[in-house]
């Protein structure tokens, strides 16, 4: 709650769907139905299906195929329409055990598609109106739209990770029990989730997060050597073009490749987070305890892991939505420092801007594309990403900044048992 912006009590709130909540669910709703029925859309804002809907969930399903045809998985697949190979653990041939196979892929993907809708429904609670509009800008993104599109496994592990951050608020062990078992099967599926055990990092007393984390290191663990023969035998490729996520996408323009440049990379964002959150620019995890910080760490801690562990497609972009509530609170809240909440307030006029910027240049091109060379297109191409990626790095960087903020009260309570100015969940 902000001083701004008071949540009023039950017996005044409008009813649904004129409350925050309901206006973002239906202007959500009515985007995604024109995404849908308008093929136009998805074509302007270079959203390719190649003639395919939930085209991600199919190549599982096929991978599953391929397994009982008894066709090595790690090689393209004939089976897939784009002849993809199985670049998953060996967890999710668990749906071919199921019997599922390429024809329930609408089921599938369906089912995929929803349960990412009901957990951003039950994660994004916007406080007023303008907060619900400004979401709803992030729900109609076009990375959103892509994984919606594609129906791409992420949402799996955003529906997970989605779990894990609204039960682990819930006091006694239950709550922290699920949320260690909801991060170690998303971990098991693809591997990158288990950044989001940065979260256990808000659990008070001490007891508890030592107590927590052991837990969940020790399901980790055994996830971990489950499938770690899985992810030996196969090769992740880095894609290209528009619609990409991560550091390496600025590395590979300007030929800074390897170990060391990477590495540099990874050391400039440590000394950026920590210079950040020692100035007082990045504070506020420590503040009362409230879902939305857990939600936000959890978000904060996947996006900035991926995007400094190599290129990913623009999907992965979904997890921003969850920094939306704690930064949208932090930029309105009068009674926390001016120079916190004018950080906060740049975090939120960046994010819509980071979603929609690839999206913005797609549909510029394509409304010129018969009047432009191809080569002009790809020299317009490199300048942009040029410029926007400035913009997405800058935006990690202050997500570094409140992660920092998260280990230094987490190492200052280890060392010296201090609980004051932390969270308590």
């Known amino acids: 709650m902000t001083p ?25 709703t009515a985007g995604l139905l ?75 993907g369906g089912l995929w598609v929803l349960g990412f809708l009901a957990v951003a429904g039950m994660t994004l609670r916007p ?28 949402l799996v592990i955003f529906a997970l990770l989605g779990i894990a951050g609204l039960t682990l608020v819930r006091p006694g062990r239950t709550g922290m029990t699920i949320a260690s078992a909801a ?38 663990v055994i996830v971990g050597l489950s499938i770690w023969g899985d992810f030996m035998r196969i090769h992740i490729p880095a894609p290209t073009g528009m619609y990409t996520f991560g550091a390496k996408v600025l590395l590979r323009e300007v030929g800074w490749t390897g170990h060391l440049a990477h590495g540099g990379i990874v050391a400039v964002f440590v000394i950026v987070g920590y210079v950040l959150q020692r100035h007082g620019w990045t504070r506020g995890l420590g503040q009362a305890g409230d879902p939305a910080i857990g939600l936000f760490v959890i978000g904060a801690a996947v996006l900035v892991g991926c995007f400094l562990a190599g290129v990913s497609f623009g999907y992965r972009w979904i997890f921003a939505l969850w920094t939306a509530p704690w930064l949208w609170q932090q930029a309105h809240d009068l009674e926390i420092p001016q120079r916190q909440r004018q950080i906060a307030y740049l975090a939120v006029w960046l994010l819509p801007v980071v ?52 280990l230094v009260n987490v190492w200052r309570m280890l060392q010296r048992g201090e609980s004051s100015h932390v969270t308590k969940y």
């Open 4 to 28: 701004t912006e008071p949540t009023p009590p039950v017996s005044s709130r409008r009813l649904w769907p004129w409350s925050p909540s309901g206006l973002l669910a239906v202007l959500t």
């Open 34 to 108: 024109a995404f849908v029925l308008l093929p136009g859309v998805q074509q302007a804002l270079g959203l390719l299906d190649y003639g395919r809907w939930f085209l991600d969930s199919y190549a599982i399903l096929a991978s599953n195929d391929a397994m009982r045809a008894g066709l090595d998985t790690a090689q393209s697949n004939p089976l897939d329409v784009l002849h993809r190979s199985h670049v998953y653990s060996g967890w999710w041939f668990a749906l071919g055990s199921c019997g599922l196979t390429r024809e329930d892929n609408f089921l599938v």
């Open 127 to 154: 406080r007023s109106m303008r907060e619900a509009v400004w979401m709803s800008v992030l729900m109609l993104s076009p990375p959103v739209l892509l994984a919606v599109n594609r129906a791409n496994n992420d």
């Open 183 to 220: 991060i170690a099967v998303a971990m098991g599926l693809k591997l990158y989730p288990a950044v989001a055990a940065c979260v256990f990092g808000l659990l008070r007393p001490r007891r508890r997060l030592v107590t927590a984390t052991a837990l969940l290191a020790g399901l980790l």
């Open 355 to 406: 979603l929609w910027v690839d999206g913005f240049f797609c549909a510029l091109v394509n409304l010129f594309a018969e009047a432009v060379a191809s080569d002009l297109v790809d020299q317009w191409e490199l300048i942009w990403r040029g410029f926007t990626q400035s913009l997405v790095w800058l935006f990690m960087g202050l997500l570094a900044g409140w992660l920092a903020e998260l």
